[in-house]
């Protein structure tokens, strides 16, 4: 059921301009300056030119339970619908922020703050693309205008996640790798997804730490949601599904290997993964279930015959796009609720991978390995898998990680792949924890 926090009585109207030049011009330079306590949304894909914030709400409504997709494509219809806008024929429409914990229920913890689901229309929007800015005010928002320019981005050291764990809990992590090894030599299951997280005493300045991120993994999509109280922030490689026009790209991303600055052994880890059986059936269990829960929308997925590399900073894996044309009336929410969890996150059969998580786990995931996104009235929208992310509070900053687990695994091998995706989001967490604490914003 959908709890709204506050909700319109009336038709908003949603004003759109174009900004031409000054600091405004950069999404950023608005979260930057937005006063505290603002609830914010922000989201890039610096090697796509885009780039949006969401500041303030006309409306935020919280979900929670197995029907939270469902009431929020609902919510969303009727919110975009009676948005009376008044912009110019080619500017941008007004978006949604939406995002969604990893189980129905949401987390406990610093994660209640976010529910199962969140949905927002943000007073404030600044969208940049194609080269052009574009700021929407609905319901007359007062927002400050940007007096200073977003921070430089900070350069990360290297970071070793191990030393903020123990030795007891990488021996659990250990373990629960094992048991998931039984579990799929037993055959219940065909592939698990353990994970891990680790608490370091630093809280980074955000936007600083955006910076440093959106410079840092340009194909990965930047994104943070700050409630006011506690931030969800991160640098996904994993596109869930994005519709343009009527058509939908989604990807399988599972089997990972390290990167190396030496280039010739840098090709021999990613020529390593492409040929390895281990990493090939790993990420051909995501493939097989992405094509199934489109198939059983009546869709016609249509994919290359194996997957490719992507590489990021740091790491490489397995990457196989997915693409189709969508029925009419289908929204992109039907379609992440059809694709949430894949087995890169959840394992496979989910359902029995979810039920041994929950037995052996122990770990409060929230809204780590969920979706996170935005859509608008036109059915355009795009969700990520919210990976390599962290939760922030006043106290220090939560990071967390999986790796998937199949046949041919090996513990230590799983565990040195957490401890990588760990560092990629550490290194940018204790630099721009530095940059707080030198009192530079």
């Excluded at 928002?141 to 430089?152: A, H, I, L, R, Y």
């Excluded at 189709?324 to 289908?330: A, F, P, Y």
């Excluded at 929204?331 to 496979?348: E, K």
Aim: proline share 7%.
């Amino acid at each position: 059921m959908a709890l709204t926090e506050a909700t319109p009585a009336y038709e908003p109207v949603a004003t759109t301009v174009e900004l031409t030049d000054g600091v405004g011009t950069d999404p950023l330079a608005w979260l930057n300056t937005a006063p505290t306590g603002t609830e914010c949304w922000f989201w890039e894909i610096p090697d796509d030119d885009s780039s949006w914030v969401g500041l303030g709400s006309v409306s935020t409504a919280t979900f929670t339970g197995q029907r939270r997709f469902v009431e929020a494509a609902e919510l969303a219809t009727d919110l975009l619908s009676d948005l009376v806008v008044e912009a110019p024929d080619e500017a941008p429409l007004p978006r949604l922020a939406a995002g969604f914990a990893f189980e129905p229920d949401g987390g406990d913890g610093a994660w209640r703050d976010l529910g199962g689901g969140r949905l927002v229309l943000p007073s404030l929007q600044v969208l940049r693309q194609g080269g052009r800015t574009w700021m929407t005010s609905i319901a007359d928002s007062t927002m400050p205008f940007p007096d200073k320019e977003p921070p430089v981005p900070v350069l990360p050291g290297e970071a070793d996640a191990s030393k903020w764990s123990s030795e007891e809990e990488r021996s659990m992590y250990r373990n629960l790798v094992a048991t998931a090894l039984q579990a799929i030599a037993g055959g219940e299951i065909t592939k698990a997804v353990p994970c891990r997280s680790i608490r370091v005493d630093h809280s980074p300045d955000l936007p600083s730490l955006l910076a440093t991120l959106r410079e840092t993994f340009p194909a990965c999509t930047t994104f943070c949601v700050d409630t006011g109280r506690v931030v969800f922030a991160g640098a996904t490689p994993e596109r869930l599904a994005a519709v343009r026009s009527g058509h939908l790209d989604t990807a399988a991303l599972a089997g990972s290997a390290p990167r190396h600055t030496d280039p010739t052994i840098d090709d021999a880890l990613g020529q390593g993964l492409m040929t390895s059986p281990k990493e090939q059936n790993e990420h051909a269990v995501v493939v097989d279930a992405v094509v199934d829960s489109l198939e059983n929308l009546g869709l016609t997925p249509v994919l290359p015959a194996g997957p490719t590399l992507l590489r990021l900073h740091g790491i490489q894996h397995l990457h196989t796009p997915i693409n189709c044309e969508l029925s009419d009336g289908m929204g992109i929410l039907d379609i992440v609720g059809a694709l949430h969890p894949t087995p890169a996150v959840s394992g496979s059969p989910a359902r029995r991978a979810i039920e041994l998580r929950g037995l052996h786990e122990h770990l409060d995931r929230g809204w780590f390995a969920g979706a996170v996104g935005w859509l608008d009235a036109a059915g355009e929208g795009e969700f990520r898998v919210a990976l390599r992310s962290a939760l922030i509070d006043d106290l220090g900053t939560t990071l967390f990680a999986g790796a998937g687990v199949v046949t041919g695994s090996d513990p230590e091998r799983e565990l040195l792949e957490t401890e990588v995706k760990l560092g990629a989001m550490l290194g940018p967490v204790l630099a721009a924890s530095e940059y707080s604490n030198g009192g530079a914003r």
